[in-house]
T-cell receptor, first 114, second 115 residues
């Protein structure tokens, strides 16, 4: 079975600083990997996804992630944090397009300090 | 885009009553819909997978008789929490999968509070 581990349940950065949210995955087959953002009392919004094409994936709101098979990682980055980026971020993995086996990480709460 | 609408967004009910949550795909036909439960400050836990016209597949530990799922059409799935108790209070999120897409699309979630 596949799984993801998000290192750091809480990350705090200053506005304008680099954002780095870590995600490592485990999968016996080539994975599909996703990053979602969740604002309070709302559903999940897809930031970006890796589906075996380019290893560097660019998403919305200036976020990007790089798939590194050798490190089994899919870390999320943004060069310059904005106050509006404060939210909960979830990394997820699945092994087929149907997503019924999608598994989420525990989440990382991003705080952005002025 | 692919829009999934979940209703209601927030509901308060008395202990012992039943609550129905709807999940609709507004602009596509959803071959599969998923129901998740999210506890405060925790991740999403998959409860069940529903395919249109067939019985839902429940994850281990999820009570089928407690959480009734109906997927009567390609655009609508419902989750009914029967005889709700305070421990059922949680945030419930649905997602819908469109054939050929590489990800599922999420509803806005429903905050259920049982008093």
């Amino acid at each position: 079975a596949q799984s993801v581990t998000q290192l750091g349940s809480h990350v705090s950065v200053s506005e304008g600083a680099l954002v780095l949210l870590r995600c490592n995955y485990s999968s016996s087959v080539p994975p599909y990997l996703f990053w979602y953002v969740q604002y309070p009392n709302q559903g999940l919004q897809l930031l970006l996804k890796y589906t075996s094409a380019a290893t560097l994936v660019k998403g919305i709101n200036g976020f990007e992630a790089e798939f590194k098979k050798s490190e089994t990682s899919f870390h999320l980055t943004k060069p310059s944090a904005h106050m509006s980026d404060a939210a909960e971020y979830f990394c997820a993995v699945s092994t087929w397009v149907g997503n019924n086996d999608m598994r989420f990480g525990a989440g990382t709460r991003l705080t952005v300090k002025p | 885009g692919a829009v999934v609408s979940q209703h209601p967004s927030r509901v308060i009910c008395k202990s012992g009553t039943s609550v129905k949550i709807e999940c609709r795909s507004l602009d596509f036909q959803a071959t599969t819909m998923f129901w998740y439960r999210q506890f405060p400050k925790q991740s999403l836990m998959l409860m069940a997978t529903s395919n249109e016209g067939s019985k839902a597949t429940y994850e281990q530990g999820v009570e089928k008789d407690k959480f009734l799922i109906n997927h009567a059409s390609l655009t609508l799935s419902t989750l009914t929490v029967t005889s709700a108790h305070p421990e059922d209070s949680s945030f419930y999120i649905c997602s819908a999968h469109r054939a050929g897409a590489t990800e599922a699309f999420f509803g806005q979630g429903t905050r259920l509070t049982v008093v």
